[in-house]
C-alpha cells in the first residue's frame, strides 16, 4: 500500500508560480510511474505530468508544456510539480497518483495509476 500527500496548494495571481509537492509512504523507485493530475468540478480528472521513476522520463499535457516542471527526490520520497506561469484555467484540484504497472512512456491516463492522494486546491485570480 502506497499512501501520497500532497502541499503547496494555494491561492495566487495570474502569472505567478507555485510549487506542489507529493511525499510518498514508501521509496517511489519501488514504484514504476507518478504523476499529477487535476480536476474541476463535474469534470473528468485530467493528467497534467507524468515521470517514470527510473530514469525520470517526464510526459506532459499540451495545455502546460513549457510553464509545469515535474521531477522527483528519491532521497525525500517526494515528487515535485512546478508551477510557472499560472493562467486562471490552471484553477482545479491537483492530485498526485503513483503507478507500478509496467510502462515504457510516462502515462497521463487515471487507469494507470493505482494509488491516489487526497488532493491541494490552486486557485488562480486574473
Known amino acids: 500500500q502506497v499512501q501520497l500527500v500532497e502541499s503547496g496548494g494555494g491561492s495566487v495571481q495570474e502569472g505567478k508560480s507555485l510549487t506542489l509537492s507529493c511525499t510518498a509512504s514508501?521509496?517511489?523507485?519501488?514504484?514504476?510511474?507518478m504523476g499529477w493530475f487535476r480536476q474541476v468540478p463535474e469534470k473528468g480528472r485530467e493528467g497534467v505530468a507524468a515521470i517514470l521513476t527510473h530514469g525520470a522520463l517526464t510526459n506532459y499535457a499540451d495545455s502546460v508544456k513549457g510553464r509545469f516542471i515535474i521531477s522527483q527526490d528519491n532521497a525525500r520520497n517526494t515528487v515535485y510539480l512546478q508551477m510557472n506561469d499560472l493562467k486562471p484555467e490552471d484553477t482545479a484540484m491537483y492530485f498526485c497518483a503513483a503507478g507500478t504497472r509496467p510502462t515504457l512512456d510516462p502515462p497521463l491516463a487515471t487507469a494507470r495509476f493505482n494509488y491516489w492522494g487526497q488532493g491541494t486546491q490552486v486557485s488562480v485570480s486574473s
Open positions: 514508501v521509496d517511489i523507485t519501488h514504484t514504476v510511474s
